[in-house]
């Protein structure tokens, strides 16, 4: 398949996708988002993917949080929507987490090798996506949550010069991304082992050439929803400093691979030292 072609139709597209702005792109008042830091922040997250995964039978249920050897990782980062409530307490409604390619490969090196090879080839910075969860309680705002989570993921993929975000998706959900966020295909659909056996098929969306694409399907004032402004010039800047939501600290570290989860046991001599050598290259040490 060729991903650079100018995408399929752009007028039926604006018809098929009629959504309404101010459904769509309003920023509801007392959610935020950013990037998890505390624990208590991570473990919510942590906890909303495990329970939806669950839900959709995309994750066994083994009383353990779905956690992977990506998430250790120093550059992964755990985006969250966080509502803050009337008696002050925070709660994690939506997540969605950025690893960038590094020395482990990425989950979907699983399935489509040689189609991230050929992009890695090509000079192309790579970060993938997985992990994307909303609470179910506010299913009203559900597209709301995941436009949102999605814009601080294109945001802060500009911001450290990442070339193209790719992600897994099952066949349910294959529509909206390809239709309304304009992620190209890399391959089939196959059973996957990150999504306990469900067909997934995997996803590229190349931000240069979505920037263009963004602007001729959405730009104007005819379309209700300009998610090309929303998504490309209606971007704040980035408000946090640029290695916040780093690494997780030794304490944390220790608490959701010894103690939320059994991960430590599976990781391979292999992945230690890959971990380790991630770590040095961030002047941190991987304390395994």
């Known amino acids: 398949m060729n991903n650079n072609r100018p995408h399929k139709n752009y007028i039926e597209k604006r018809r098929s996708v009629r959504i309404r702005r101010s459904k769509l792109l309003h920023k509801i008042q007392n959610i935020e988002y950013k990037i998890a830091i505390t624990t208590e922040e991570l473990e919510q997250a942590f906890e909303l ?56 490969g990425l989950p979907m090196d699983e399935l489509y090798r040689e189609q991230l090879n050929e992009m890695r080839d090509n000079g192309l910075h790579l970060a993938e996506v997985i992990g994307l969860s909303v609470e179910p309680e506010q299913s009203a705002l559900h597209n709301n949550i995941t436009i949102f989570l999605y814009k601080i993921c294109l945001q802060y993929a500009r911001l450290t010069q990442i070339n193209d975000l790719l ?26 082992s990150y999504a306990n056996g469900q067909l997934i098929q995997g996803h590229r969306l190349n931000i240069c050439q979505a920037n263009r694409e963004f602007k001729e399907v959405y730009s104007g004032m005819e379309f209700d ?57 961030k002047n941190k040490k991987f304390i395994y």
Do not use: W
């Open 167 to 192: 992600c897994s998706v099952t066949k349910k959900h294959i529509q909206f991304y390809e239709d309304l966020l304009l992620f190209k295909p890399v391959g089939d659909l196959f059973p996957y």
């Open 225 to 281: 929803a300009d998610l090309h402004r929303f998504f490309f010039t209606e971007t704040q800047q980035f408000n946090r400093p640029k290695g916040e939501g780093g690494a997780m600290t030794p304490e944390q570290m220790r608490y959701f691979i010894e103690k939320r989860t059994r991960l430590l046991s599976s990781l391979s001599c292999s992945d230690k030292h890959i971990l380790r050598n991630e770590f040095t290259k």
């Open 49 to 104: 993917v495990t329970k939806q995964y669950i839900n959709v039978g995309l994750h066994e249920n083994n009383n353990e949080l779905r956690l992977t050897r990506y998430h250790l990782l120093p550059d992964t980062k755990i985006f969250i929507a966080i509502k803050k409530n009337n008696d002050k307490t925070e709660t994690v409604v939506g997540t969605i987490t950025m690893i960038v390619d590094n020395s482990m």
